[in-house]
């Protein structure tokens, strides 16, 4: 009878664990956006973004967001890394893109990253947001220029968003970060320790 009571406390109180890959272009700010996100959500001061250096390989965050446990894995996005993207696929409970909206002439680069990822079958269902970073700065594209340029009208089949922010001032991070754990918590179950 205590186990039976032992582990419905133990489940009652667990945390659902959410596996989340943020991918896109070299300097799109990835793990500019990652480190944020430790200052917002852990309270711990992150790399200063003048320190960052490129992801080369992975970066992993953890914290925990909205009662769940999340990991955050930041891939590199030189070209000679994006194919290691698929080896995290099959474990992803949700999807960040983000796009540098400020660099036009990497746009059709961004774009074929952003169809090569969504039409992953391994992906199927997971959602998936985009963020358009580095809006703070004046050259960047607004998110209905950039909505039309990735024909994100034809994201029908999976929880999309489109989500401006900048990694500098942290201006729409928090609302996105939200917003994917809500979407992949429909996703994940509840981790109940032994």
């Not at 490129?54 to 909205?66: A, E, F, I, Q």
């Not at 960040?96 to 680069?109: L, N, P, Y």
């Not at 942290?170 to 996703?187: L, N, Q």
């Amino acid at each position: 009878m205590f186990s039976l009571i032992a582990g419905l406390i133990r489940y009652l109180f667990s945390k659902t664990e959410i596996n989340v890959l943020i991918l896109g272009l070299d300097y799109a700010g990835k793990t500019t956006l990652l480190e944020q996100m430790k200052g917002i959500f852990k309270k711990v001061q992150g790399i200063p973004p003048s320190k960052i250096p490129p992801t080369v390989g992975l970066n992993v965050g953890k914290m925990d967001v909205g009662g769940c446990k999340l990991t955050f894995w930041d891939l590199g996005g030189q070209v000679r890394v994006r194919s290691l993207w698929e080896k995290y696929y099959a474990d992803a409970h949700g999807l960040i893109f983000v796009m540098d909206s400020a660099d036009v002439g990497r746009f059709e680069e961004a774009r074929m990253a952003f169809d090569t990822v969504k039409e992953q079958g391994e992906l199927h269902g997971v959602p998936l947001m985009m963020l358009a970073n580095k809006q703070d700065l004046p050259e960047a594209i607004s998110t209905a220029d950039i909505s039309v340029q990735f024909d994100m009208h034809k994201i029908t089949k999976v929880a999309f968003r489109l989500q401006p922010c900048s990694g500098l001032t942290c201006d729409g991070v928090a609302e996105g970060i939200h917003w994917i754990v809500d979407e992949a918590k429909k996703r994940a179950r509840p981790r109940v320790d032994a």
